[in-house]
């Protein structure tokens, strides 16, 4: 679609079925870390309105490893899709050459 300024010639409703599970995605990664995290580093029987020191650092070193984790993943998953892509294109122009 020239023109359209939807990047990737993807239509407007591709563009927002993207972005509805980019959202749910991201909803699911924060739910799910929150729920670990919390369960990890705060006891269940609370003492204090407020988190301890050591709870609050807890929750810190628990979220950023799991941020981490979480972008490695991604990384390495784009990297494997990539590489499909390229072996794919690989295939079909070997094919293409072939008479």
């Keep these: 679609m020239a023109g359209s300024g939807v990047p990737g010639g ?35 029987k609370y003492r204090d309105s407020e988190l301890s020191k050591g709870e609050s650092v807890c929750l810190d070193r628990c979220v950023a490893k799991y941020l981490d984790v979480h972008e490695r993943i991604g990384q390495k ?22 008479p």
Excluded: W, Y
Excluded at 21 to 27: G, H, Q, R, S
């Design 10 to 44: 993807l239509n407007e409703g591709q563009m927002k079925l993207m972005q509805d599970l980019e959202v749910e995605v991201m909803a699911d990664l924060f739910n799910r870390m929150t729920a670990v995290c919390h369960r990890k580093c705060v006891p269940t």
């Design 77 to 98: 998953l784009t990297n494997i899709s990539q590489a499909e892509q390229e072996q794919m294109k690989s295939m079909m122009a070997a094919q293409q050459a072939a």
